[in-house]
C-alpha cells in the first residue's frame, strides 16, 4: 500500500515539474510610453526570444504609446502577441502568432496591418450617445494610472470604492475628486450581503459612506453591492439607488487587455453601464485600447450619475439599475 501511494506521489511530482513546467507566468513592463504583458516561460531559450522580440518593437521609438498583450492557448502551444501603437491620431494594430514547442518558438502567422485614424473631437455631444465605465474594489496600486488615461481623453468615469482598501489610498481618492469623477459606495468588507442582517448591510454600507466623506468631504450617492448580489434586505437597508451592470467585461477572470476591449467594443451601446475591476493591470491597459475607440465610435464616457441625468431618468434609492435606456 505504502508502495503505491509513493508511486502515486512519484507521478504526481513528475507531472508537476515536467509535463506541466510549461506553465505561463505573467509578466508586465509599464512606464509612461509602454505598458507591456508578456509570458514567461520556463523554457529560457523561448524567453530570450520573446523578450528580444519585444525589444526589437520596444526600441522602434515609433510611438506616442505601445500596447503589446498576449493570449496563450496551452493545449494548441500558441501564442499570439498583439501590438498596439499610437501615434498623434493613428492607431496601429498587429499581431503575430508562434507555435511553442518544447524548446522552440516559431512565427506561424502575421495579421496583417490595421490602421485607424481617430478623430478625438472631444465633445462630439451631438450625438448624444452615452456610457458609464464603472471601475470596482478599488482603489489600488493602478487606479492611478486609470484615473490619468480618463483624464487624456477627458473621459469620466465612476469608481465603486471598497472601504476597506481606502486606509492609506486617501490621495488616490482625492485625485479621483479633483478629476471629476464619480465616487461611489461598494461596501466594506466585499461581503455577499444577502446572506446578512439589514443591521449588519447597513452597517458595511455606511462605514464606506464615512471613510469617503472623511477623505472628499462629501457622501456618494450610488451603491454597488459587491458581487451585484441583491435581495429584499439589501434593497431596504440601501439609502441609495442600487447600480449593478449590463455589460460584464469577465475583466477578473481573463487579464487580458485584447479580450476585455473586444467585449466591450463588441457589447457596449448607448446607455450601458459597464463592469471593470481597476485593481488589474490589464484592465488599465485596456483602457487606452476601448476610450479611444469609443470617442471616435461617437460615445461620450460619463459617469453613471450623469448617465441618468442625460437619459433624464430619476433614480431612486433601494432600486436596482443595470443601464440607462428609455
Ligand atoms: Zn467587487
Redesign the pocket.
Known amino acids: 500500500m505504502k508502495k503505491i501511494l509513493l508511486l502515486l506521489f512519484l507521478l504526481f511530482f513528475i507531472y508537476i515539474v515536467i509535463i506541466n513546467k510549461e506553465q505561463v507566468v505573467n509578466k508586465t513592463i509599464t512606464n509612461d510610453n509602454y505598458s507591456i504583458n508578456y509570458p514567461y516561460f520556463s523554457n529560457s531559450n523561448i524567453n530570450s526570444y520573446i523578450l528580444s522580440y519585444l525589444n526589437k518593437h520596444i526600441n522602434t521609438k515609433d510611438y506616442d504609446k505601445l500596447i503589446i498583450d498576449y493570449d496563450y492557448d496551452n493545449k494548441t502551444k500558441t501564442l499570439t502577441i498583439y501590438k498596439t501603437t499610437y501615434k498623434g491620431n493613428i492607431i496601429n494594430e498587429k499581431s503575430k502568432t508562434f507555435k511553442i514547442s518544447k524548446n522552440n518558438i516559431y512565427e506561424i502567422e502575421v495579421t496583417k496591418n490595421t490602421t485607424k485614424e481617430y478623430n478625438f473631437n472631444l465633445n462630439n455631444n451631438i450625438n448624444s450617445k452615452y456610457i458609464a465605465l464603472t471601475f470596482?474594489?478599488g482603489p489600488s496600486i493602478n487606479t492611478s494610472r486609470v484615473i490619468d488615461i480618463l483624464n487624456k481623453y477627458n473621459a469620466r468615469a465612476t469608481f465603486?470604492i471598497?472601504g476597506k482598501n481606502i486606509k492609506g489610498k486617501e490621495e488616490v481618492l482625492r485625485k479621483m475628486s479633483s478629476s471629476n469623477m464619480e465616487i461611489a459606495n461598494?461596501t466594506y468588507n466585499?461581503l455577499l450581503l444577502t446572506k446578512y442582517s439589514i443591521e449588519k448591510i447597513e452597517e458595511e454600507i455606511d462605514k464606506t459612506s464615512n471613510q469617503i466623506f472623511d477623505v472628499v468631504g462629501f457622501y456618494p450617492s450610488l451603491l454597488?453591492p459587491?458581487?451585484g448580489a441583491v435581495n429584499k434586505k439589501v434593497k431596504q437597508a440601501s439609502n441609495m439607488p442600487i447600480i449593478i451592470w449590463d455589460v460584464d467585461t469577465l475583466d477578473w477572470k481573463y487579464k487580458n487587455s485584447k479580450r476585455i476591449y473586444n467585449t466591450v467594443i463588441n457589447k457596449a451601446k448607448d446607455g450601458d453601464i459597464v463592469l471593470m475591476?481597476d485593481i488589474y493591470k490589464s484592465t488599465v491597459n485596456s483602457l487606452d485600447l476601448i476610450i479611444p475607440e469609443l470617442i471616435n465610435n461617437g460615445y461620450n464616457l460619463v459617469t453613471v450619475s450623469e448617465l441618468f441625468n442625460y437619459k433624464n431618468i430619476k433614480l431612486e434609492k433601494g432600486k436596482v439599475y443595470g443601464f440607462a435606456k428609455n
Do not use: N
Request: cysteine-free; glycine content about 0%.
Open positions: 470596482d474594489d465603486f471598497t461598494h466585499h454597488r459587491s458581487y475591476h
